[in-house]
């Protein structure tokens, strides 16, 4: 049996439309963030066929050197803005070398290191050459101490304390600093401490990484720059 449905019209209706069955979902939409992409996806996305030039005028994009970072906010006074975090990563086998960052290894340790990433190295049997000295090493650690005293009846012995060693003093690798990038080589340095642990060091690499940083973030800011010149453009 049809149910009665009582309807009230206001004064000025003129047309009523009753629809039977399930009503269209209602959609809403949303933020849209897109992470972990590379600084090259910002300029992908400005290039389309269907970015506005008054959302342009409404947005901003954000880059660092330090953080190795880009920052795409499309829309910023939109309800729904489109925000794009693009980031440079620098190569998984740089960072597991450990340089410059205080790593002790035992000359073993550092030797069997080597020999697993023996192809990194701008030539192999250099790499092969420096393990076999690590796990031979020759080592002499002098110590010259002097007896000091000073006008007050204070004394103290200061030790002057060197290292010498068979190892190379340094070598050179050959790997891209960022992923997806070309090789670079970068010179790293062997340090031995008086208890024969190794460190590596380069003062080298700092300034290669912020020298390709700056080329890649800044090439892709001008890119963007010479595209959409009416992009509001800030530097962290």
């Given at each position: 049996m049809a149910k009665e449905i009582n309807i009230s019209v206001e004064n000025g209706v003129k047309e009523l439309v009753i629809r039977n069955g399930e009503a269209v979902p209602v959609h809403t939409g949303r933020d849209v963030n897109v992470t972990n992409v590379t600084i090259f996806s910002l300029f992908e996305f400005l290039s389309k066929e269907n970015v506005l030039l008054s959302i342009i005028l409404d947005s901003a994009l954000i880059f660092s050197y330090d953080n190795l970072a880009?920052?795409?906010?499309?829309?910023?006074?939109?309800?729904?803005?489109?925000?794009?975090?693009?980031?440079?990563?620098?190569?998984?086998?740089?960072?597991?070398?450990?340089?410059?960052?205080?790593?002790?290894?035992?000359?073993?340790?550092?030797?069997?290191?080597?020999?697993?990433?023996?192809?990194?190295?701008?030539?192999?049997?250099?790499?092969?050459?420096?393990?076999?000295?690590?796990?031979n090493i020759k080592a002499t650690v002098n110590r010259a101490i002097e007896a000091n005293k000073d006008d007050r009846g204070n004394k103290r012995a200061l030790i002057d304390q060197v290292v010498q060693s068979n190892i190379p003093e340094s070598f050179n690798i050959e790997l891209p600093i960022f992923k997806g990038q070309p090789k670079v080589v970068v010179p790293v340095e062997v340090v031995l401490d008086e208890d024969l642990e190794c460190m590596l060091v380069s003062p080298d690499l700092k300034q290669i990484i912020a020298e390709e940083s700056e080329r890649l973030i800044g090439g892709e800011v001008e890119k963007i720059r010479e595209l959409h010149p009416q992009l509001r453009i800030y530097q962290e």
């Open positions: 880009m920052r795409l906010v499309y829309g910023l006074t939109e309800r729904h803005p489109y925000k794009l975090n693009g980031s440079i990563l620098l190569n998984p086998d740089l960072e597991a070398f450990e340089i410059n960052k205080g790593k002790r290894y035992s000359t073993f340790q550092l030797a069997d290191f080597i020999k697993m990433n023996r192809h990194l190295f701008e030539s192999k049997s250099v790499a092969m050459e420096l393990v076999s000295t690590l796990k």
